[in-house]
């Protein structure tokens, strides 16, 4: 262990230090019960409707949206990372130790990353006896991992941004919340989007990257052969695009970032 | 870093012959946070290697920005810092590799004191079998064998303060950062951490720089000491020669018989006036109270002692108590950072001239520490 990279040690040590109890029940705790109520609640109302060809069960639809939402859980405890440490002093004694800024931003996003996979692991396998039809291929696995890695690094960069920004607590767990909110619900995480969306709603879904990161879980997940009738290639270039365009912001925000909270 | 048989070693490369001496040269820093007000104004000293360098002023004179910088956590405004050798601006991480630093805000992670301490070790890269024998043997070293498994934040303030001394132990270093290091410690515990300093010191050659307000402390375990004040440094020296420039005046504190205080003579004020006919410069510091004594002021404290006894015995006053109080570094301390247009301040002023220009001259003659401790 004492060779590794400076980044992925930093990424265990995050690891390590908020797997609390508590924190599970957050990163993995709320998807899961999402899925547990929403996916038994709702799945003897909602009929299986067809996307791109494809007949999904309201089950089977809900896992995709329900693994990309992990990567904003992750996103989450990736901005805690930072805020605990400012608060805790843990960031100033880091940065004195023989590590760089990057580095530990690295360490953050790697850990926010490693999170955001193990979980939706984890939600696979609680998904898969509630009747969701999971296909595995090559390219579905690509595709998934692909954009559950650009969610977990787009909303670990948005929540680091916040986590720099704000100096107060009431306030950083309070636009942490209503992130959650807005990303969650106003996107194709739970429900489709179509033309009967109201127009403003649909337009912030097509700007929320969750919505992306869901379609690339969710064509990973149905036959190779449904894949690009379910994602649409501009999709990924647009979550690319947004999770660059947002690590960047992050970046520079975080650069600045006064070492402690007073 | 890479790690040899549990043991750290570094690249010496990038130092130049300055190393040779000084564990720490600064010459003329300065820092503002805003551009505008200067928390640190002109500062230049050096620390030498194995050396135990104390940082003293009030609060606000600019000790913990001194340190952040010397840490590089925060890149000064102006002036030259040499840490081990290497440039404080282009070397950041290669000082980071060979420094301790223990923080004036705790910091913990939200684990227990065994975890922190693991953690720690595992941060610098130590392996586990190493960082699992030094946990054990800092947790008893430092007490904390009955909250080994309790989460550092459940700890007492004084517990905690241990933890992160005790956590900065668990590698190793050649440059050691205390800032406020043993605040809400017992005097058991202070103690021991303070011995434990001063032998990594002596046996193992720790060049150690720390901050505290305990001018005791200091005095206990310092080979030298700053005094700053208001950003600006206001001496340097060992506490000894401090002592001897600052504490040059001396306090003599005498108790007429309490028989004579009763009496309605006046029987002190004749008796100083008496004593500033023989001698010029008296100065009453403190008045005389039924518990207290009057305490007197002089460079000359023979001349006083002789001057009084010979009041005394033409006065026929009889002395109760006579005491010369030797200088402490606290008054060094008060006279080094006097606030301005208070009576002190004249001599404090010239004393603080006087010291600076030995700390320069130290710092200008390459010798630095080294000719101040002579």
């Known amino acids: 262990m004492s060779s590794l990279p400076n980044s992925v040690r930093l990424a265990w040590r995050n690891l390590r230090v908020n797997t609390d109890p508590a924190s599970l029940v957050v990163i993995l705790g709320l998807p899961a019960m999402y899925l547990v109520f929403m996916g038994t609640m709702y799945v003897s109302i909602i009929p299986p409707f067809s996307i791109g060809g494809f007949e999904f069960s309201y089950a089977s639809y809900l896992i995709g949206g329900i693994l990309a939402f992990e990567s904003v859980m992750a996103g989450t405890m990736g901005g805690s990372m930072l805020w605990a440490d400012r608060r805790f002093g843990m960031f100033s004694q880091i940065l004195s130790l023989p590590f760089t800024r990057t580095q530990y931003l690295g360490g953050v996003i790697l850990a926010t990353v490693a999170a955001s996979l193990a979980g939706s692991v984890a939600l696979v396998a609680i998904a898969i006896p509630m009747g969701s039809s999971i296909h595995v291929s090559p390219v579905g696995l690509v595709s998934v991992i692909g954009s559950l890695i650009l969610g977990g690094i787009f909303f670990c960069s948005l929540m680091l941004f916040v986590a720099a920004k704000v100096d107060s607590n009431n306030a950083y767990n309070s636009i942490q919340i209503v992130i959650i909110f807005i990303v969650s619900f106003v996107s194709d995480a739970y429900y489709p989007i179509n033309l009967r969306t109201p127009l403003p709603l649909r337009i912030i879904s097509y700007l929320n990257p969750l919505t992306y990161v869901a379609d690339g879980v969710r064509a990973g997940l149905v036959p190779s052969s449904n894949f690009f009738a379910i994602l649409n290639p501009i999709e990924t270039l647009v979550l690319l695009v947004e999770t660059i365009v947002m690590f960047l912001v992050a970046y520079r925000t975080y650069a600045n970032v006064k070492i402690n909270i007073t | ?374």
């Open chain 2, 1 to 374: 870093m890479q790690i040899a048989d549990g043991k750290e070693t570094y690249s010496k490369g990038g130092e130049d012959s300055n190393a040779q001496s000084f564990a720490i040269s600064i010459e003329n820093l300065s820092h503002s946070y805003d551009g505008k007000k200067y928390v640190i104004s002109d500062v230049s000293f050096n620390v030498n290697r194995g050396e135990i360098f104390g940082l003293l002023g009030p609060n606000g004179a600019g000790k913990t920005t001194t340190i952040k910088i010397l840490t590089t956590l925060i890149q000064p405004s102006k002036g030259d810092v040499k840490i081990l050798g290497f440039d404080l601006r282009k070397d950041g991480i290669k000082i980071r590799r060979r420094i301790g630093v223990v923080q004036q805000d705790s910091s913990f992670d939200f684990a227990t004191v065994r975890q922190n301490l693991d953690l720690y070790g595992f941060l610098w890269g130590i392996p586990k079998e190493e960082r699992t024998k030094r946990s054990i043997e800092l947790i008893k070293m430092f007490g904390l064998e009955e909250v080994a498994n309790q989460r550092a934040f459940d700890l007492s303030g004084g517990q905690q303060r241990r933890l992160q001394v005790a956590r900065e132990f668990i590698h190793d270093m050649d440059l050691l950062f205390l800032d406020e290091p043993t605040v809400g410690l017992d005097p058991l515990m202070r103690r021991r951490i303070l011995d434990l300093l001063k032998e990594k010191a002596r046996k193992e050659g720790l060049t150690i720089l720390f901050t505290t307000h305990n001018l005791e402390e200091a005095d206990y375990l310092c080979d030298r000491v700053a005094i700053m004040d208001k950003g600006r440094l206001q001496a340097l020296d060992t506490v000894e020669r401090l002592k001897r420039i600052y504490g040059g005046t001396k306090a003599i504190e005498v108790i007429l018989a309490s028989s004579v205080l009763n009496s309605e003579i006046p029987i002190y004020d004749n008796f100083f006036r008496k004593l500033r006919e023989v001698q010029v410069d008296v100065e009453v510091s403190k008045q005389p109270t039924d518990s207290e004594p009057a305490v007197i002021v002089s460079k000359h404290p023979e001349k006083v002692i002789e001057a009084i006894i010979s009041v005394a015995n033409e006065q026929r006053v009889k002395i109760e108590w006579l005491n010369v109080r030797k200088s402490t570094l606290e008054d060094v301390f008060i006279e080094a950072v006097a606030p301005s247009g208070s009576s002190e301040e004249v001599s404090s002023q010239g004393n603080a001239k006087e010291s600076t220009t030995i700390a320069k001259s130290s710092t200008q003659g390459g010798g630095g520490g080294t000719s101040a401790n002579s």
